[in-house]
């Protein structure tokens, strides 16, 4: 029987779990020894989160292909949540694999859906799967909205003339400062339209946070942010921003 095993493993798993593709591949090559299954292609996605479907995994891609194409009989993962962290995505992979009548079995779960036992137990350890992430996400979620009411820092980017301290809070850019200052200075001082701001500012060859060229959109953004530029709070926290307009 012609098996291919799929490894995957996302950038967090890999550094809080140690949950790498070497104990996967040795994991799944083991289980093809003991039914007697000989592998022939193996599929990998590194990096990538299992919320994501085969538009964005090219591994899983490349191994729907060969199913498709009726290069394997057989599919082993090491665990069900390799496949997919959604109940909706792993159970719509296991349909496809089982229309071109191909077997999935997993490690871990001791897992076999050419049984009706194992398609039965597949759905129900998919849902934990799934559960088991959204855990994750909501006690991130919470841990980040719990530092947001200490200092106001609730991730994502922070505007333009400011950088994140490793050890909490935000100091200046003052090189990125000076440059949010001509922008206020040129809206209103001086009364130039936002295509104005952006073409002055491409025209001396000034990129954005993002090393993008400047639009209407982005000096918009600029000017949106002048509650934080003159020291406003930071979000629902005791912490002010660091003052770039002074009064």
Avoid at 120 to 142: G, K, P, Q, W, Y
Avoid at 143 to 163: K, L, T
Wanted: with cysteine; hydrophobic share 35%.
């Amino acid at each position: 029987m012609n098996t291919a095993i799929y490894l995957r493993v996302s950038t967090t798993e890999q550094a809080l779990e140690g949950y790498g593709l070497d104990v996967q591949r040795e994991k799944c090559r083991a289980m093809a020894a003991v039914k007697g299954w000989r592998v022939a292609r193996e599929f990998v996605d590194d990096g990538i989160s299992g919320t994501k479907g085969e538009d964005h995994r090219q591994g899983l891609a490349d191994m729907l292909d060969a199913i498709a194409a009726d290069e394997v009989d057989g599919v082993i993962v090491s665990s069900i949540d390799r496949l997919g962290r959604s109940t909706r995505l792993v159970l719509r992979m296991v349909e496809r694999m089982e229309g071109e009548g191909v077997d999935l079995v997993s490690c871990k779960e001791s897992l076999d859906t050419s049984t009706a036992t194992g398609r039965f137990v597949l759905r129900m350890f998919a849902s934990l799967a799934e559960l088991d992430r959204d855990n994750i996400v909501e006690r991130t979620t919470e841990g980040r909205n719990a530092r947001g009411r200490v200092d106001g820092d609730r991730g994502g980017r922070v505007p333009m003339g400011y950088e994140r301290l490793e050890g909490g809070g935000t100091a200046i850019v003052w090189s990125e400062a000076e440059i949010v200052k001509d922008i206020f200075t040129w809206r209103f001082d001086e009364g130039c339209k936002y295509h104005e701001i952006a073409s002055k500012l491409n025209e001396q060859g000034i990129k954005t946070s993002r090393g993008k060229e400047w639009h209407p959109s982005s000096v918009r953004q600029i000017l949106l942010n002048e509650d934080k530029y003159r020291g406003g709070f930071r979000g629902d926290s005791p912490e002010r921003w660091p003052v770039i307009l002074e009064e």
